[in-house]
């Protein structure tokens, strides 16, 4: 089935933003953009507003950014190889960081090029380790990590860029290197996008994709960053939960 690609978008907002990498949209309807380099900071659009108001002041660029149910603005700072943190209810400029010491490593304390990140209800944080090929688990208050995707009799993954959580606790993976999507379930990770991994401009392919996110029907949506398009895949529910490309 196929559905018109057309958009009319119902509100266009616009700032002084340089090369911006990542945004986050709360349940609220607030927008968190990074606008690191060279500004040096996170913006926030306010629900129903066309202007923007620093959030959080960084050091470089977010490829990351996340806000969890306490209102705490995470970035994930991969040319610092750190993950800082914000709370939106303080007037304070202060950053903390919860993941990484700002030297690249391999490590349990230690991050290579850290790029998407999710926190779980728990306040758990899990970072895609780009440099590592790794996800790591952060569980709340600590500093060491644990692998939780990195080499598996199913998967082996290569610089990842995206980590979504669903409600399951089931991990999705954007594998940049390997040109796919991977998720787990009760028997391990398995490929659901882009599983000849050749790098394509198919309809069912991608090519170095960099972010994914879910819409409330359990839709993906990827940011296919070589293909230039933003590629949807419908879950189909009578397939086993299989993922089928219904437009671009």
Known sequence: MWFDNSINPTR?????????WSLFVTTSGDIYVDNGN???????WELNTNSSVPAMYVGSSCLGLFVDINDTLYCSLCNLHQVVTKSLNSDSNITRTVAGNGTAGSTSNMLSGPHGIFVNINLDLYVADYGNNRIQLFQ???????????????ITLDGPTGIVL????????????NNRIVGSGLNGFRCLVGCSE????ASNELWSPQTLGFDSYGNIFV?????????KFVLSTNSCGKYMKIFI
């Open 166 to 177: 669903d409600a399951d606790g089931y991990l999705f993976i954007v594998d940049c290197g």
């Open 223 to 231: 940011t296919d960053w070589t293909n230039n398009r933003i590629q």
């Open 38 to 44: 060279p500004n040096g900071r996170v913006d926030k």
């Open 198 to 201: 050749i790098g394509s401009s």
């Open 140 to 154: 709340f208050g600590q500093l060491n990590a644990t692998t939780v995707a990195s080499s598996s009799p199913t």
């Open 12 to 20: 266009t907002i616009s700032g002084n933003l340089a090369s911006p």
